[in-house]
């Protein structure tokens, strides 16, 4: 199966597809939707619970967000729900579905840690 890699161009976030670049959208909006260009990992009492071998010597560890984009590889299953999403928000105060779903993605990315 392939896997399809993130970059930032120009401040636009995109995947390389078998088609060329997908658009997800500003890599600005992406940053302040997590909180900032930075993430530091930790890892809550009820993670280290549920998951007693769970890895944790990364905790305490700072990671560059843009650095985490960049390290993305996405299946074509999701490249695709991705590319159904509308490119452009529905309000101007909002982010599009298509970023909102991949910064989900993201943020379900630096909630593990960095393997």
């Known amino acids: 199966m392939p896997r399809y890699e993130t970059y930032v161009e120009d401040g636009t976030i ?3 597809t078998g088609d060329g670049p997908l658009a997800v ?12 260009p930075a993430w ?8 280290t619970q549920r998951h007693p071998g769970l890895d944790t010597s990364d905790e305490g560890l700072t990671v560059d967000v843009v650095d985490i984009i960049h ?24 982010i ?8 989900g993605k993201l943020l379900e990315n630096l909630e593990s840690g960095v393997s």
């Open 96 to 103: 599009s579905p298509r970023l909102g779903l991949f910064v």
């Open 14 to 16: 995109y995947i390389q």
């Open 25 to 36: 959208g500003p890599v600005a909006d992406a940053i302040a939707v997590v909180g900032g």
């Open 71 to 94: 390290a993305m590889t996405h299946s074509e299953r999701f490249v695709e729900t991705l590319a159904a999403q509308p490119a452009d928000p529905a309000d101007e105060a909002e």
């Open 40 to 47: 530091t990992i930790t890892y809550g009492q009820e993670v």
